[in-house]
Structures are given as C-alpha cells and as structure tokens.
C-alpha cells in the first residue's frame, strides 16, 4: 500500500476515533514513574488528533521540564524550545502552536510523538514532512531518546509502508494503554 493511500485510510480512522474525553485517559496509562526526571518533548494538536496537553500539564505538576516542537524550513529537523502552561505561544505552519524563538532550545529525553497509524512493530506513519524521522535520528545519535507515539488506539494497522528513513517509535500511548516495542 503507498504511503498516500495510507494517509488517507488512516485520517479517516483517526476522525473516526476522535473522543476528546480520550485525552484525560493517557495520564492513567502514561508510566510516569519509568520515566521520572525526563524532559519532556510534547506536541500542540492539530485537527482530530487525541490531544496531549492533560498529559503534558500532568507531567509539569510532577516536575518534569516540558518542551514544545518548533517548525523548521522543509527538510531540517525540528527545534524543541522550553515551555510551561500558561506561557504563550505563536503560530506556527500547519496549524500548530510553538514557542517563541527566545525560548531556551531544550532536547527532549522522551518526545510524544504524533501520528497518522501506527503498527505492534513500532512502525509510524506521520504526514509526509519527515521531520520526527529527521529528528529522532539527529537526536539519538547523540543520546538514548524515548519516542513515544499518542494516537487512539483505533490508529493501529496491521502493516504499513516504510522506508529506511522512518525513524521507529520506542513505544506507544493510547487512551487504552502503554507498550513499549
């Protein structure tokens, strides 16, 4: 199956899924003691992903340091700056928020990552911009990153395409439960 037929199959699993009450369930799932003292690397949501920010603010109220990605030009891979709640933001491209590029540039220990579908092997299928393969390769050949895929639980696929640049996820959190791969 190519890659944009995936994508499509996937956003309409994904609209499908869409309960924004999901959300509050990946703070009970998320194995927040495994991972006490990481900087955390969040995302802002787009359209009809679950959303992350209970979590994000969960883990900010245990102490963990929380980062939010920042949109390069096309082909780089992305900057995480330091953010809190309450801390503005500005717009960034595909509908996104990120903090302002004054903000301290932080790297992530674990990076929630968002996604189209992802398989029991670890395998995700993002949009096509490949900035978290870009990303997750930069950053784990400098120290172990924990990548960590949210989606609903209906995003899982059987298989799905990849290449040798798709970078794997480490694990997976969805309103259901947390695996490592």
């Known amino acids: 199956m190519e890659k ?6 996937a956003k309409a699993a994904r ?8 959300a509050i369930e990946l703070i009970r799932h ?21 959303d992350p920010r209970p979590l994000m603010e969960a883990l ?33 491209p595909h509908h996104t ?15 929630l990552v968002p996604l189209l579908a992802f398989t029991a092997r670890g395998e995700r299928l993002g949009y096509g911009g490949g900035y978290y393969d870009r990303t997750l390769s930069q950053l784990r050949v400098k120290k172990p990153i ?4 949210v ?10 395409p990849t290449g040798a640049h798709d970078a794997p996820l480490s694990g997976m ?6 695996r490592e791969f």
């Open 60 to 92: 900010e109220a245990l102490g963990h340091r929380l980062a939010l990605p920042c949109t390069p030009r096309r082909g780089k891979p992305l900057t995480f700056r330091t953010w809190s709640f309450g801390a503005p933001l500005k717009k960034g």
């Open 173 to 178: 959190l969805t309103e259901q439960e947390f």
């Open 30 to 50: 998320f194995p927040a003691t495994r991972f006490k003292g990481a900087v955390i690397g969040g995302f802002w949501p787009i359209q009809s992903e679950i």
């Open 146 to 149: 924990f990548a960590c895929g």
């Open 15 to 22: 609209a499908a899924a869409h309960n924004p009450a999901a």
């Open 151 to 160: 989606a609903y639980a209906a995003q899982e696929a059987a298989s799905l």
């Open 97 to 111: 928020r990120e903090p302002f590029p004054e903000n301290a540039e932080l790297k992530p220990d674990l990076i």
């Open 4 to 9: 944009s037929r995936a994508r499509l199959q």
